[in-house]
Every structure is written in C-alpha cells, then in structure tokens.
C-alpha cells in the first residue's frame, strides 16, 4: 500500500482523540475504497464518520455530503471546522455554515489563488488546526 498520512496528521488525530472531539472524513472518493484504507491506519480508529462521493446523490462541493457527516456525530455544523485542500471542500463547508479551512500542505497546484477561495483561516501545517478546537 503507497497510502500514507501526512506528516503531522497522527499527532493531530491522537490530541484530538485524547480530547474527545469527534472528527470525520468527507471525500469525494468512493466511500468502499475509504473504509478499506481506514483499519491501515490506527490513527483513524476513533473517526466518527465517513462520508465518500458516492454516499449520496450529492458530493461536494455541495454541502450535504457535510451535513450527512455532521448527523452521524451528533453535532451541528455551525460548531464545526472543515478543513481541505481544493476549492470544492472550502465551498461545501461555507455553504454547510461550518469554519472552513484551508490546509496549504494538500494538492493545492497554485497557493496564490487560495486567497480568492473565501475560507475562514488557512493553515501551513496540521498542529495549528489546534488553535481553532482546543
């Protein structure tokens, strides 16, 4: 398997673990091929939710895919951060009234443009999503 976390991302997910703040995975990947990556991964244990691109009919960047997620926990999106790295997420989580993010370190091909994208707050590295939960 070539699929990795990115640095910093264990250390996130184990504060987060520790802290109790539940947390999900929205991606517009095929949810099957998610679930089949998760157990790899002992990090992504306590992952509350897991929404895929074809979980519905919809997928971002429209922001029902986020709302789905945010029902499986519990918790309502105005007390939510989503965090991505491509226009799309950053569109879902305002269109879901959640705190968007961006993560600079994701496939992002042209940083200069992610000023245009409307986000929240953006983020070099996993550690500082911190500042934003804890």
Not at 12 to 34: A, D, F
Not at 88 to 97: K, L, Q, V, W, Y
Request: net charge negative.
């Amino acid at each position: 398997m070539h699929t990795c976390l990115y640095p910093g991302i264990s250390q996130l997910l184990t504060k987060l673990n520790k802290q109790k703040v539940p947390w999900g995975i929205v991606t517009n990947k095929p949810e099957s091929i998610t679930h089949k990556l998760v157990p790899y991964f002992d990090e992504l244990d306590k992952c509350q939710a897991i929404v895929g691109g074809d979980t519905l009919s919809e997928r971002k960047p429209h922001p029902a895919p986020l709302l789905y997620a945010c029902k499986q926990m519990s918790v309502s999106p105005e007390q939510c951060l989503y965090i991505g790295d491509a226009l799309r997420d950053i569109e879902a989580g305002n269109s879901a009234n959640m705190y968007s993010i961006i993560a600079l370190w994701g496939y992002i091909a042209d940083k200069a443009h992610c000023a245009q994208w409307q986000a929240n707050s953006q983020v070099n590295l996993p550690e500082e999503i911190i500042q934003f939960i804890l």
